[in-house]
């Protein structure tokens, strides 16, 4: 076979692969309209509801604010002497921005051992583990946006401790998470009946 076949063949599959990666969102500050967009994600959402109890805008809003919704979201670049690439910031990564420390307690503790962090479904699964943990260890409600994403940025022991007082950045922006989840929580209140009816439906058809 001569090469060009072989490598129009290559190229069409570096193309093929590169379209099955999963874009973000068009409209991410509706919320349904990113479930209409990706109707599996309702599905992960629902699922994930049901099994944690946590609302569906919570971890929503969280996610938008970590990654955007991009499913390889990655922190900024370390720098050595301000100009050479010394690594990132933090192992932070994916849809939810999980550290790996946290992700590896997240598997282990659900024995969800195959989880990716750039899967939509396993990351709103492990925003759900961590906001029911975040209830059980600091007593900060599921419905509490504000906390929780203290809890999500500081972690269990640094909520506790109380060391986002020191960050007023840090406070700021989750008053805006906050803001976000209750935006999402009244458009998801207008469309998750249509949602719920076209799920039921993908089950027959």
Same mark, same amino acid.
């Given at each position: 076979? /001569? ?18 990666? !999963? ?29 944690? &109890?946590?609302?569906? =805008? ?11 919704? %991009? ?18 910031? /933090? $192992? ?9 420390? !946290? ?6 503790? !659900?024995?969800?051992?195959?989880? /990716? ?42 909520? %506790?401790?109380? !060391?986002?007082? $020191? ?11 906050? =803001?976000?989840?209750?935006?999402? &929580? ?9 949602? =719920? ?9």
């Amino acid at each position: 076979m /001569s090469k060009w076949p072989l490598l129009a063949l290559s190229s069409a599959m570096v193309l093929g692969l590169a379209g099955c990666a !999963t874009a973000p969102p068009e409209q991410p500050d509706d919320l349904c309209e990113i479930f209409y967009e990706k109707p599996d994600w309702y599905d992960a959402a629902a699922d994930m509801q049901e099994r944690w &109890g946590v609302p569906i =805008q919570i971890p929503m809003a969280i996610m938008y604010q970590e990654s955007s919704f %991009k499913h390889d979201a990655v922190p900024p670049r370390d720098y050595l002497l301000w100009i050479i690439p010394w690594g990132r910031v /933090s $192992s932070a990564y994916g849809y939810s921005q999980a550290k790996t420390p !946290t992700w590896d307690d997240y598997e282990r503790e !659900t024995g969800n051992s195959w989880a /990716s962090r750039d899967s939509f479904e396993d990351a709103i699964d492990f925003m759900g583990w961590f906001i029911d943990k975040s209830h059980r260890l600091n007593g900060v409600s599921k419905w509490d946006a504000y906390g929780l994403y203290l809890n999500y940025h500081e972690g269990w022991t640094g909520y %506790k401790r109380q !060391t986002y007082r $020191s960050k007023p950045w840090l406070m700021r922006t989750a008053e805006r998470v906050k =803001q976000r989840a209750g935006n999402y &929580g009244a458009q998801l209140r207008r469309c998750e009946e249509d949602l =719920q009816k076209n799920w039921f439906i993908d089950l027959f058809f």
